[in-house]
C-alpha cells in the first residue's frame, strides 16, 4: 500500500472497529512506532532565526515541531546564528524551553571544535547537550583515503574531551563520504577509523537518491549511530518530497533505526515542513 492510500485508509479508519480491519501496513507502522520529540535541523530556517530566532520557534511549534538541533551560534555565525552568539548559554537555553521545545543536540565545524575544543565542550555542557556532531570533515576533492582516515582519528581525540563531559561526539555524512577512493567505500571506512564509543553516526537519509539506504547501514553497524536527518525523494533526480510521500520504506527504516542505536530524529528539508511533522506523529508512540 502506498503512502497517499495509507493516509486515506487511515482517516477512514477512525470509523471502524476491530482488529481484522487494521491493515499490515498500520501494525507495521505501531510495531516501528518511534519515541521522543518531533525534531527539526535549524539549518533550514537560519534565515529565519537571523531575524527572529523566538518568532522561527513559534512558526515552528505551529507545525508540529517540538525538538530542534542546533547549528553552532559561534561556528555558523556569519550562516544566520550571528544573534544567538550573543546569548549566554543559560540564556539561550531557557528562550528553547520557554517556547516547548527539547535541544540536545548542535552541529559543528570540525575546525571549530579542533581549535575551540575546551570552550566548545563547556559552552555545550552549560547548553545542555548531549550529543556535538561534526557537520562535515571540509575536506577538498583531491583528498586522499590517508587524509580522511587522519581526520577521524583528529575527531576520536575531540570525542575523548567531549566523553570526559557526558556528551556524544557524532559524524554527519554528505554525499561525498558515499564516493570510493582506492577501491574503498569513504563511509565504511571511516565506521572502521572512528572508535565506536567516543564517535557514533548521524546518518543523511539524502543520500538514498545515490542509491544508498539508511536501514541498511543501521543493521550492518548496530549500535553505530545516534540520529538520523530525515529526507524524502521522488525518485527523481534532486527532487525532494515530504516524508512519506517518496521511495523511502519508513517501516524499515524505524525498524532498523532501533538496531542502529538511533536516539533523535531531525527533518531537514524545506519542503512539507508540516506535513513531515504529521507524518512522524504517526510513528510516535
Not at 515552528?60 to 530542534?68: C, E, P, Q, R, T
Not at 555558523?76 to 544567538?84: E, N, R, V
Not at 563520504?177 to 565506521?191: N, S
Amino acid at each position: 500500500m502506498n503512502q497517499l492510500s495509507r493516509r486515506s485508509f487511515i482517516s477512514q479508519g477512525a470509523m471502524l472497529t476491530g482488529a481484522a480491519l487494521l491493515s499490515p501496513v498500520l501494525l507495521r507502522a505501531e510495531e516501528a512506532a518511534i519515541k521522543g520529540p518531533i525534531g527539526f535541523q535549524s539549518w533550514i530556517v537560519r534565515k529565519s532565526i537571523e531575524q527572529d530566532f523566538t518568532g522561527t520557534l513559534k512558526k515552528m511549534k505551529g507545525l508540529g515541531y517540538n525538538s530542534m538541533e542546533l547549528c553552532s551560534p559561534q561556528g555558523y555565525a556569519k550562516l544566520g546564528f550571528g544573534p544567538l552568539e550573543k546569548l549566554k548559554p543559560t540564556e539561550l537555553k531557557k528562550i528553547i524551553k520557554d517556547e516547548g521545545f527539547t535541544c540536545i543536540s548542535s552541529h559543528y565545524g570540525f575546525a571549530e571544535l579542533k581549535e575551540h575544543t575546551e570552550e566548545r565542550i563547556a559552552y555545550a555542557k552549560e547548553l545542555g547537550l548531549e550529543q556535538m556532531i561534526v557537520s562535515t570533515f571540509g575536506l577538498p576533492n583531491e583528498a586522499t583515503l590517508s587524509d580522511w582516515k587522519k581526520a577521524a582519528d583528529e575527531l576520536n581525540k575531540v570525542g575523548e574531551e567531549s566523553k570526559k563531559a557526558g556528551i556524544q561526539m557524532g559524524f554527519h555524512n554528505h554525499n561525498n563520504e558515499f564516493e570510493k577512493l582506492e577501491g574503498e567505500l569513504i563511509y565504511d571506512v571511516l565506521l572502521n577509523q572512528f572508535d565506536p564509543s567516543l564517535v557514533k553516526m548521524q546518518f543523511q537519509v539524502w543520500v538514498v537518491s545515490i542509491g544508498y539506504k539508511a536501514a541498511d547501514y543501521f543493521k550492518k553497524y548496530p549500535g553505530r549511530f545516534v540520529s538520523a536527518h530525515l529526507y524524502d525523494w521522488s525518485g527523481t533526480g534532486e527532487e525532494r518530497v515530504p516524508l512519506g510521500q517518496g521511495k523511502v520504506d519508513w517501516n524499515e527504516f524505524f525498524d532498523a533505526a532501533k538496531v542502529g542505536g538511533v536516539k533523535n530524529y531531525f527533518v531537514e528539508m524545506d519542503e512539507g515542513l508540516k506535513e513531515s511533522a504529521d507524518f512522524l506523529k504517526k510513528f510516535k508512540s
